[in-house]
T-cell receptor, first 114, second 115 residues
Framework: AQTVTQSQPEMSVQEAETVTLSCTYDTSESDYYLFWYKQPPSRQMILVIRQEAYKQQNATENRFSVNFQKAAKSFSLKISDSQLGDAAMYFCAYLQGGSEKLVFGKGTKLTVNP | DARVTQTPRHKVTEMGQEVTMRCQPILGHNTVFWYRQTMMQGLELLAYFRNRAPLDDSGMPKDRFSAEMPDATLATLKIQPSEPRDSAVYFC?????????????FGPGTRLLVL
């Protein structure tokens, strides 16, 4: 079964600085998708960014970018110019190509210090 | 601004009572998912539907949980009878399935507390 590991239960960053959240996954498949979701205290799950495994180019969305290392099965999220509103739980998720079942990591709690 | 809606947002009930949670997927989305989030288990998929038909409910306790889609704009998750261990946040998500780049959009969740 596929697994997703987020090795950092908690991270902190100073406002305006850059932080990188780690995620590794275990799969033998070649067709899959990876996602980062943000969950602020409101509990809403918000899609931050997605990456198709067949794409070599790293996905970016404004201040959010990923470092997708397919051979290493690593999918880290970089947040640039951190803002107070970025404080949240961040979940990495994996989806196999032929499946609809998202597999989530345990999450990383990000604190942004003013 | 298209989004998934869920009602109620919060529910406190006593053990043994029936609980019904409702979800309105994003208009045009043909796939609807129910997830449960707890501190111990994290986020778990309970069931999902495609074009209103159940495709997988293997994550759902069959004896007390049931999920339905009476129509394309409404999905329901029922627990009868409820137990304290059912206390969790229940999320509905919707997507376009195979044609939708595999992205699932989540609702705000229903926070359930069973006393």
């Amino acid at each position: 079964a596929q697994t997703v590991t987020q090795s950092q239960p908690e991270m902190s960053v100073q406002e305006a600085e850059t932080v990188t959240l780690s995620c590794t996954y275990d799969t033998s498949e070649s067709d899959y998708y990876l996602f980062w979701y943000k969950q602020p205290p409101s509990r809403q799950m918000i899609l931050v960014i997605r990456q198709e495994a067949y794409k070599q180019q790293n996905a970016t969305e404004n201040r959010f970018s990923v470092n997708f290392q397919k051979a290493a099965k690593s999918f880290s999220l970089k947040i640039s110019d951190s803002q107070l509103g970025d404080a949240a739980m961040y979940f990495c998720a994996y989806l196999q190509g032929g499946s609809e079942k998202l597999v989530f990591g345990k999450g990383t709690k990000l604190t942004v210090n003013p | 601004d298209a989004r998934v809606t869920q009602t109620p947002r919060h529910k406190v009930t006593e053990m043994g009572q029936e609980v019904t949670m409702r979800c309105q997927p994003i208009l045009g989305h043909n796939t609807v998912f129910w997830y449960r989030q707890t501190m111990m288990q994290g986020l778990e998929l309970l069931a999902y539907f495609r074009n209103r038909a159940p495709l997988d409910d293997s994550g759902m306790p069959k004896d007390r949980f049931s999920a339905e889609m009476p129509d394309a704009t409404l999905a329901t998750l029922k627990i009868q009878p409820s137990e304290p261990r059912d206390s969790a946040v229940y999320f509905c998500a919707s997507g376009l399935g195979e044609g939708g780049r595999k992205t699932q959009y989540f609702g705000p969740g229903t926070r359930l507390l069973v006393l």
